[in-house]
């Protein structure tokens, strides 16, 4: 094990401090993934039937209005101009997201005004005025009326939680955000667009220094390699950007998670849905929605013999499930507390990225956290500054 820095996991995060410390400080950067490939869940493939570019684990929408995100991503990949559009199926009808004036008007089979449209859902959303929200349910009506409400959040919330969401907290939601315009755009960021040439080509190249190695199939628990934890622990400084409560065996619990399984399938056409991401409001249909790869690429000349979709099903992580989007419950808050403190009492050893916070992040985000360690802690520590402790 000769090297100055080692990273554990090759999503965004560990190749955003790999690529930094490697061109900035010319360190002997290590990274290691258990997975085959590098990329963490921003990684993508090429379908192999159709060469289709599929994301593996995910639909991934590039966005940031981070200036300096956006200048440093681009040293590694250009951005299409995709502009992503969201749309929903309720009722055997197809209506745009997130809500704005069309979903309203189509739904009431009405043309209100932006005013019009605003006093009506602010009447509807008065039938509970004056209570305190007690569940997820009365949270929705409180915040957009029930008849949108019902139609469009109550039963994907279901959906993605698989609990009915008069057992569900108030404080999963604190906004939904309604459009009194007919503005779709389903991001409001600066900037936003695909990766030019793909996700896997962009991860390959932030990689691409000729002092990073990257280990695949690596796991930095299990032994029988030169970057198992007890080789590396004391060696050199480690960014883990693995599950934090794993780091430590779980020793103050398993912190929830929901994960998400994609079912996908080849069909024999050139368009399944005409866009990119439909979203299935209803209860009789067990996916929350379908991804179809060839509509993030219109610029593109793809078969027009088939086209490959994801259908969506979310569920709560068990011990093995990748773990997708924190639940964040009061215990897990608690839990989370604990291992920040055992965190900081590890030797050597900085915890990054969206698993080793506990904390959703969007890629940008991930991204603009790893550029704000590398300044703030790994290069202090390699260039006579503080150390990492
Ligand atoms: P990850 O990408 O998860 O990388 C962590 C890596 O660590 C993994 O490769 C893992 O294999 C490795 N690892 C873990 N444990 C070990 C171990 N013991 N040994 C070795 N390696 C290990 N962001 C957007 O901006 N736009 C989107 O549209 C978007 N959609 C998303 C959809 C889904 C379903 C999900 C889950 C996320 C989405 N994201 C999106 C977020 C994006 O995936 C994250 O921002 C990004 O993954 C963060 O990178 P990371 O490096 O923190 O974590
Ligand atoms: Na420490």
Not at 259 to 266: G, V, Y
Request: aromatic letters at 14%; zero cysteines; charged letters at 25%.
């Amino acid at each position: 094990m000769n090297a100055d820095l080692v990273i554990v996991g090759s999503g965004l995060f560990g190749l955003t401090i790999a690529e930094q410390a490697a061109t900035e400080l010319g360190l002997k950067v290590a990274i290691i993934d258990r997975r085959h490939h590098i990329g963490g869940n921003a990684y993508s493939k090429f379908e192999e039937n159709t060469g289709i570019e599929v994301h593996q684990y995910g639909a991934h929408l590039f966005h940031t209005s981070n200036e300096r995100v956006w200048e440093y991503v681009n040293r590694f990949t250009e951005f299409t101009n995709y502009v992503h559009r969201v749309y929903t199926r309720h009722n055997d009808i197809v209506y745009p997201m997130p809500i704005n004036l069309g979903t309203i008007n189509q739904f009431f089979n009405a043309a209100y005004s932006p005013a019009e449209a605003k006093a009506l859902i602010q009447d509807q959303a008065g039938e509970l005025a004056g209570t305190n929200p007690k569940n997820l349910n009365d949270k929705g009506i409180s915040l957009i009326g029930r008849p949108l409400y019902e139609a469009f959040i109550k039963n994907y919330t279901a959906k993605q939680w698989q609990t009915d969401p008069s057992e569900l907290p108030a404080s999963i939601i604190s906004r939904l955000p309604v459009r009194y315009n007919y503005d779709n755009r389903y991001f409001n960021d600066k900037y936003e667009g695909l990766p030019l040439d793909g996700y896997a080509a962009w991860l390959e190249r932030m990689a691409a220094h000729p002092n990073i190695e990257v280990h695949l199939n690596t796991d930095f628990f299990e032994e029988g390699h030169e970057f198992s934890r007890s080789k590396v622990i004391g060696q050199a400084p480690v960014i883990y950007t693995g599950p934090i409560d794993r780091y430590f065996d779980y020793a103050e619990g398993d912190l929830s998670w929901r994960t998400i399984d994609l079912e996908e399938e080849i069909l024999p056409i050139e368009d399944f849905q005409g866009t990119s991401v439909m979203n299935y409001a209803d209860a009789n249909v067990p996916y929350t929605r379908i991804h179809e790869f060839r509509h993030f690429h219109p610029e593109r000349t793809y078969t027009k013999d088939a086209t490959v979709i994801h259908r969506e099903f979310s569920r709560f992580a068990e011990h093995g499930d990748e773990p997708y989007y924190p639940i964040n419950t009061s215990a897990d808050r608690e839990k989370i507390l604990k291992y920040r403190e055992l965190a900081a009492g590890e030797n050597q050893v900085l915890f990054g990225g969206r698993l080793g916070n506990y904390k959703y992040f969007d890629m940008h985000m991930a991204i603009g956290a790893a550029l704000s360690m590398f300044d703030n802690k790994i290069k202090p520590h390699f260039t006579g500054g503080n150390k990492i402790v």
